[in-house]
């Protein structure tokens, strides 16, 4: 059986605000509202100090709660709560004040830990999605080339399994600079897609629209700078994060 703490606080987590109750078994609650700043999350955390006590709790809201948590959980033990889970627990509904409903719950171990990942964790994950955020911008504009190419009746990708491979690229970005049909071929890096050039002359028998070659051109730009974010992102991960 958890032991019962003799004073506890909840915490109503905003982004520019920390509303927190302590309560405790015969005591009088009290309140106190917080900024979210370094000195305002260092005076919140000598308040608790201040009046003994021994655990606080809040729900993860957004990614607000992640400096309070990193702040608090040194000196006191802290706990992290899914707002469903709050939300589920039953509870006297004429109780407007979210942090005393916290507080309460928290005081006769009603709430749940959420799992808390490490900092390193942290960032990974968020290395991760950024990444991943970058791979579908790269999709995105891969799929607009698609069809700024088919709407001119370019059929390159039926010559070609991968149009965005080296020779891919290299055939696109003649088709952007309006250079000539046979100085690109010529130019194909790939001895097997050069083996291709009756295939792909046909294919590119169509020339771009003005306002298509500057869409490709733009496109290509967009897709080089991702592409060098999500090589960063890859280079980032495998070196160990600074402590």
């Known amino acids: 059986m958890k032991k019962r ?16 109750t302590i309560t405790g078994d015969e005591v009088p609650s009290i309140r106190e509202n917080f900024g979210t700043t370094k000195s305002e999350l260092d ?16 729900e993860a809201t957004g990614v607000y709660w992640i400096p309070i948590y990193d702040v608090l959980s040194r000196t006191i033990d802290t706990i992290v709560a899914n707002p ?11 109780d407007s004040k979210d942090s005393k409903r916290i507080a309460t719950l928290c005081l006769n171990n ?7 990942f490490s900092d390193e964790d942290r960032e990974l994950r968020n290395l991760t999605r950024a990444r991943s955020g970058y791979v579908k911008t790269r999709t995105q504009f891969k799929n607009r080339i ?11 990708s039926s010559s070609m399994d991968d149009i965005f491979c ?15 049909v046979e100085e690109i071929l010529k130019g194909i890096p790939s001895g097997k897609i050069r083996k291709k ?8 028998a169509n020339e771009l629209s003005e306002t298509n070659r500057m869409l ?13 974010k999500i090589e960063k992102t890859r280079e980032f991960r495998k070196t160990p994060f600074n402590r």
């Open 43 to 58: 005076r919140f955390r000598n308040w608790l100090a201040d009046n003994k006590c021994e655990q606080v709790a809040f």
């Open 197 to 204: 050039q009756d295939e792909i002359r046909s294919a590119l």
């Open 5 to 20: 703490r003799e004073r506890v606080c909840g915490a109503d987590v905003h982004k520019d605000l920390i509303v927190a």
């Open 84 to 94: 469903l889970q709050i939300k589920s627990i039953p509870n006297d509904k004429s």
């Open 110 to 116: 009603q709430i749940k830990r959420s799992r808390v």
């Open 146 to 156: 698609h069809k700024y190419l088919s709407s001119n009746g370019i059929k390159l």
């Open 166 to 180: 080296k020779s891919g690229t290299h055939i696109i970005r003649g088709l952007a600079e309006d250079k000539p």
């Open 216 to 228: 490709i051109s733009d496109s290509l730009e967009i897709m080089d700078n991702v592409e060098s």
